[in-house]
């Protein structure tokens, strides 16, 4: 596997752990001194909160995952083009 293919393989694994917040949210009763989930919160919020600090604050939902995925989406499709 070349460069290309492991930069493509690690935004398709962080688009994974996003999409896994994103579910984690969803479910009540989260335990966020569990060891995952702290795991998890750690390493996706300093990506999601810059974006989510830019899109308006009055929408009552949090697109920020949404935008960063498709941002690594058409990243990737890029990298794909251009290599």
Same mark, same amino acid.
């Given at each position: 596997m /070349? $460069?290309?293919? &492991?930069?493509?393989?690690?935004?398709n694994?962080?688009?994974? $752990? $996003?999409?896994?917040?994103? !579910?984690?949210?969803?479910?009540? %009763?989260?335990d966020?001194? /569990?060891? &995952?989930?702290?795991l +998890?919160?750690?390493?996706?919020?300093?990506? +999601?909160?810059?974006?989510r600090e830019m899109?308006?604050? %009055?929408t009552?939902?949090? !697109?920020?995952? *949404?935008v960063? *995925?498709l941002?690594?989406?058409?990243?990737?499709?890029?990298?794909?083009?251009?290599?």
């Amino acid at each position: 596997m /070349n $460069i290309l293919g &492991l930069l493509l393989l690690a935004l398709n694994i962080y688009s994974l $752990i $996003i999409l896994a917040r994103v !579910l984690m949210s969803w479910v009540p %009763n989260v335990d966020y001194s /569990n060891p &995952l989930i702290k795991l +998890l919160l750690d390493i996706t919020e300093p990506v +999601l909160r810059p974006v989510r600090e830019m899109l308006p604050k %009055n929408t009552g939902l949090d !697109l920020s995952p *949404m935008v960063v *995925m498709l941002g690594i989406y058409v990243f990737s499709m890029i990298l794909r083009s251009v290599f």
